[in-house]
């Protein structure tokens, strides 16, 4: 199972959530111990390790919520071929294209690409199953005729297809 990048970033930020939580928590009972077990009172060193243990836990929940906001906004979802390690990168179909293709292709077959598409050009097998409702069978005989007519084309990662749109259409 793949699990998105958007999805990441909203975990990200959830654990970032509870680490302010347990940060605040902890600079308050560290405070109160403080206060009733130092006698020199400002001048007290162990103030001074309360504030720095408070800016390390910040920058650290800093850093985390920086990267949950950039794999929430920013971040692509990226496919690899297994074989050689590249990256898929999809074709971009412009609106002239996607109307010629589909003028030429059956209503399943349709929904398929226009499901590949709307997904930018790149989804895997299983989650085409998921998104049209088609059941497995009629997804991959629908995949057959699509690749055998250059529109589309599968990459084993592992025990999945990756389906992207074919480079050659373009």
Request: proline share 2%; net charge neutral.
């Amino acid at each position: 199972m793949c699990m998105k990048n958007r999805t990441v970033g909203f975990l990200l930020l959830g654990v970032a959530l509870l680490m302010g939580f347990i940060i605040l928590l902890f600079n308050r009972a560290l405070t109160e111990i403080v206060k009733s077990a130092c006698s020199h009172g400002a001048d007290c060193p162990m103030w001074e390790t309360i504030t720095f243990q408070t800016r390390v836990s910040m920058g650290i929940l800093a850093f985390v919520l920086i990267v949950g906001f950039y794999f929430l906004f920013f971040s692509r979802d990226t496919f690899e071929d297994e074989s050689t390690g590249d990256a898929l990168s999809p074709m971009t179909a412009t609106q002239e294209h996607y109307e010629s293709i589909m003028g030429t292709l059956a209503l399943d077959e349709r929904k398929v690409l226009a499901t590949i598409i709307d997904s930018q050009g790149t989804i895997f097998q299983s989650d085409l199953v998921d998104t049209t409702g088609f059941p497995k069978a009629k997804v991959t005989r629908i995949l057959d005729r699509l690749e055998g007519g250059g529109f589309i084309e599968r990459r084993r990662r592992g025990m999945s297809n990756v389906v992207i749109l074919s480079r050659q259409q373009s």
